[in-house]
């Protein structure tokens, strides 16, 4: 079979929003991660420059500290030993002890003008003589009068001491000292270097440095680039424009930012801060910030894409509920019509035709056998016919019982034939079913594909061929043809005609014709045949063949017998009224009519409303019908029988097998179809059957009567052989009523 073309649910349609749905997330997440790193970098930055600025402070406080101890120590000194100078008496030890207690000075010496030692506070330095290179020489050969020198250590004791000279105008000098340990220690936390040793204390910062205005690296916490200049452009354009910044960098071959802040005081520059800080740590983060987003997409992605593919499937699953047969797995009408509108609008020049292939005695099996038999069944012809068909053609199931085949691509029509024939032919072998081996009887309607037809015209084409089947003459395949849309129309209008009739909106368009049926041997009028004739509006005498065809298939013959049968019982009120009361009329009966429940109560209630004497209708039964329910109508005609209504076998001869049930029949009359009349005019006497029919009936206590009798010589033959009533064109052709009644009054 074709390749499944019915485009389901379409995978497109579940993969385009996801598509879509990937981008969305993919930028929303993009976006989601870039921002989250610019805000970080942002934050970083705005940290680093904030630590940076607090440090700057820093620097700019602890050189005002550093100045202001260092003043104030050194006025004290200063004071101290100006205050000196003035005391007279000083020279002498014990002296120096006491103005050093009342000055709180730790060291007093009296040097004389070559440097020596002459006096002290402490003994022990006594006669020590200051040498080249010596803070205390370097005074002493310079020509200052008064200095304070910077905290220094002291070269004898090693401890910190901050040292004040004032020199005498004999070229002796005093020396005073006050101990600075806890000062020096103080006053070292205030140096820039040790600052920036503070701050590279932080794991994160792997150096700081003190840069000046000529990008001269004056301080830094890794001693070694101390004295330096900042040679990066960059760097040095930033500093030149005073303002703060990061800038991504490399130091000592490692990923670092650089922070750079100016250090103000008192309006003007002193050089600036920067900070070289380690970006591992922020570029971790922020690997882990873009993971989490990757992880978050995925997660997301894989939930919609889940969520999405179970719709698809479940999807998937409906269209399979919607659009396949469950039973049998094939595709529905719905598919049909959804796989023939493509195939009509794409459809190259390659020749198509639908088969509508029709189970008859399909539905009797459900009945008999019950459902799942018949779904067994099914199953069984969807299998056989599939082993059939060629790739390209495609088997649909329509309703119930019905399947349709789409014949791809053939080139002429009997291609067509040999595979309806090859199909019918499968169904000439038995189904094997679960209750015995089912003979099923296939119908198949053949229509071609035209250019531009419509589905729904196409299917009503191919249902109108398998209408169209001739059931009677064990036709089963039939085409469509143009004629066929006339047949319907005018079968529609006889349909209309019939349901008015029935429902006495139309009293004129039916009406009865009566022929009349002859005793052979007493020469007189036996009785009628009652034969319906329907006249409608443009079409003009429609033949009962064809009316009562049409009313049978449109479920109307039970309906349209019962007017029948009326109209006949007020024929015979009428004529029995005017005296004839021996006058028989037979009334046709469609075997739809005898296989009705209610069949033998209706008629009975017509019959006795009416009036009419019982034993003057004859109830006409196609022969050819009673064997195929033989126990059953039997028993209706026994019923009618006993309520004193006769019944003849109509058209004996043509179908019932054998003679010997005859008797076992609840009927009165036999009536010798025409067949067999005809063949007395063609055929050796010794040949005819029609003697032996006589005088078989007669047996069972039968009377017969010979229909379409048309010759003279028919009716000898007859007449010799004790038929016992003649109907034909001989005696008579069917009359209106009021012919009937003349045909009456004649005699
Ligand atoms: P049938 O019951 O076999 O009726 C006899 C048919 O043969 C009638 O045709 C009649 O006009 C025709 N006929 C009679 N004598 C001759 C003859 O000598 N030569 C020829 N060639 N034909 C002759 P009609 O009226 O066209 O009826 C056809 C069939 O329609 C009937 O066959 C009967 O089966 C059915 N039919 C007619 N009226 C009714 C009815 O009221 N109810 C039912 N259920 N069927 C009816
Ligand atoms: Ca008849
Ligand atoms: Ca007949």
Known sequence: MKKDKLKGPGIQYFLVPFLVLLLLFFLMTYMAIRNRVIERYHSFETDAISIAESYSHALVYSRDAHFIITELLNQRLMLAIQAISMIE??????????????????????????????????????????????????????????????????????????????????????????MADTVYNFLRGFEINDILIHLSNRSDILNAMFINNEFEIIASSLPEFTGRIMAEKEIEEHILKEDRH??????????????????????????????????????????????????????????????????????????????????????????????????????????????????????????????????????????????????????????????????????KKEELNVLAEKIADIFENPIIGSVEHQYINIEIGIA?????????????????????????????????????????????????????????????????????????????????????????????????????????????????????????????????????????????????????????????????????????????????????NFDLINGKLKAIKKAGILVSLDDFGTGFSSLSRLHELKIDYVKIDKYFVDKIIDQDEKKLIIADIISMSHKFGLTVVAEGVEKEEQKIYLKKSNCDILQGYLISKPLDEARAIEFIDAE
């Open 246 to 411: 990061t800038i991504k960098t490399v130091f000592n071959g490692q990923d670092v930012f650089q922070v750079c802040v100016p250090v103000f005081h008192d309006g003007e520059k002193h050089g600036s801060l920067s900070l070289i800080w380690s970006a591992k740590e922020l570029e971790s983060e922020v690997r882990r910030m873009i993971l989490e987003g990757v992880l978050m997409f995925i997660v997301v992605i894989i939930t919609v894409g889940i969520i999405l593919f179970y719709a698809y499937r479940k999807n998937k699953a409906n269209i399979k509920i919607a659009y396949y047969d469950k039973l049998t797995g094939l595709p529905n009408s719905e598919y049909f019509v959804e796989y023939m509108k493509d195939e009509i609008k794409n459809s190259d020049n390659s020749k198509k035709a639908v088969m509508l292939i029709n189970c008859r005695n399909f539905r009797t099996l459900n009945i008999t056998y019950g459902f799942s038999y018949g779904d067994e069944i099914l199953v069984q012809i969807a299998g056989r016919i599939k082993e059939l068909i060629r790739p390209n053609d495609m088997l649909f199931k329509l309703g119930a019982d019905r399947f349709l085949l789409v014949v791809d691509n053939y080139e």
């Open 89 to 178: 008496d000083k020279y002498d030890n014990d002296a120096l002890s006491v103005i050093g207690d009342r000055f709180l000075l730790d060291e007093i010496y009296l040097y004389n003008s070559d440097g020596e030692i002459i006096y002290s506070k402490d003994l022990k330095y006594l006669g020590w003589k200051a040498h080249e290179g010596h803070p205390v020489h370097n005074f002493m050969v310079s020509d200052q009068e008064i200095l304070v020198e910077d905290i220094r250590k002291d070269s004898e004791s090693d401890n910190y001491l901050k040292y004040a000279y004032l020199r005498n105008e004999d070229g002796s000098f005093v020396q005073i000292g006050i």
């Open 448 to 628: 071609e594909v035209k250019q531009d037809i419509t589905v729904d015209k196409l299917l009503q084409e191919a249902t109108l061929a398998l209408d169209m089947i001739n059931r009677n003459k064990s036709q089963h395949i039939c085409y469509y043809e143009d004629i066929m849309d006339e047949q319907v129309m005018r079968q529609d209008r006889i349909e209309k005609t019939i349901r008015a009739v029935i429902n006495s909106e139309d009293n004129h368009s039916l009406s009865l014709n009566f022929q009349p049926k002859w005793h052979a041997n007493r020469n007189c009028l036996a009785g009628f045949e009652a034969l319906a004739r329907l006249n409608v509006e443009g079409l003009g005498n429609i033949p009962p063949a064809e009316f009562i065809d049409i009313a049978e298939k449109k479920m109307l013959m039970y309906d349209l017998g019962k007017v029948i049968l009326r109209k006949a019982c007020r024929f015979l009120n009428k004529i029995s009224d005017m005296g004839n009361e021996d006058i028989k009329l037979s009334v046709n009966i469609s075997v739809i009519q005898l296989l009705r429940d209610e069949f033998v109560k209706d008629v009975l209630e017509i019959v006795e409303s009416s009036g009419i004497d019982k034993k003057s209708l004859v109830l006409e039964i196609t022969e050819s019908v009673i064997m195929d």
